[in-house]
Nanobody
Framework: QVQLVESGGGLVQAGGSLRLSCAAS????????MGWYRQAPGKQRELVAA???????NYADSVQGRFTISRDNAKNTVYLQMNSLKPEDTAVYYC??????????????WGQGTQVTVSS
């Protein structure tokens, strides 16, 4: 099954930047939409940003203008550039992908998560 592995999380001061990466492996077929979600303690997992195979993006209102999602289809990797970070951005960030087999059948898979902590 396709695996997603996130990296790039860590501790940063408010106003700083981090760049998250998510690499997909063991792919048979292709990847359609990819996205980043986050979950803070005691809260529901929420969509942060998503990007289609054609490059169309969508952002949560809370991060629009500060975060940028991009992808490298040749590397099967999606990125999240996070600028002007705020303490409320602190969460575990998860990569998500819709995987499509050559038959056209699709399924959704998740990464293991990477911790982002923003100090005030």
């Amino acid at each position: 099954q396709v695996q997603l592995v996130e990296s790039g999380g860590g501790l940063v001061q408010a106003g700083g930047s981090l760049r998250l990466s998510c690499a997909a492996s063991r792919i048979i077929g292709g990847i359609n939409t990819m996205g980043w979600y986050r979950q803070a303690p005691g809260k529901q997992r929420e969509l942060v940003a998503a990007i289609t195979g054609g490059g169309t993006t969508n952002y949560a209102d809370s991060v629009q203008g500060r975060f940028t999602i991009s992808r490298d289809n040749a590397k099967n990797t999606v990125y999240l550039q996070m600028n002007s970070l705020k303490p409320e951005d602190t969460a575990v960030y998860y990569c998500n992908a819709e995987v499509q087999y050559y038959s056209g059948r699709t399924y959704t898979t998740w990464g293991q998560g990477t911790q982002v902590t923003v100090s005030s």
